[in-house]
């Protein structure tokens, strides 16, 4: 699958880009999927996420007695299956089973999203209180 990027500049869309990828296709019917492009998370954000978010989680769950969370890379585990977690229904059976999705292809807002959800758990329900990140 092709990823296209089309710019919109003052109303205006520079479709090239389009009928060069459609050009050299062989007759049939396509689909076409369009999303709004945004740039994928940042290494500044990855860097707070794993050097003050999850440790502030991780000593609020220690505070709160959980003695069995010992590493950040319990948290990440924990916090993907609270805040990321999707379902998949087979289509024969309705059996539902349930998995979190990666951080690692989140856009910069949905990543801002699920780090704003676990500093509103933190504070809830840890008394926790995340640090902002320095702008």
Known sequence: METLRIDKDKGYFDLKPVFAAF??????????TVKRHRKQRSNPQNDYLWGVVYPAVL??????GWDELTDTDQIHELCKA?????????KHTGEIVSFPLSTARMDTLQFSTYVDQIADFAREHLNTIIPVPKR
Do not use: C, H, Q, W
């Open 59 to 64: 000593r609020g769950f220690i505070d709160m």
């Open 23 to 32: 050009l050299d296709l062989p007759d049939g019917a396509y689909a076409v």
């Open 82 to 90: 609270k805040f990321l977690t999707t379902e998949a229904v087979n």
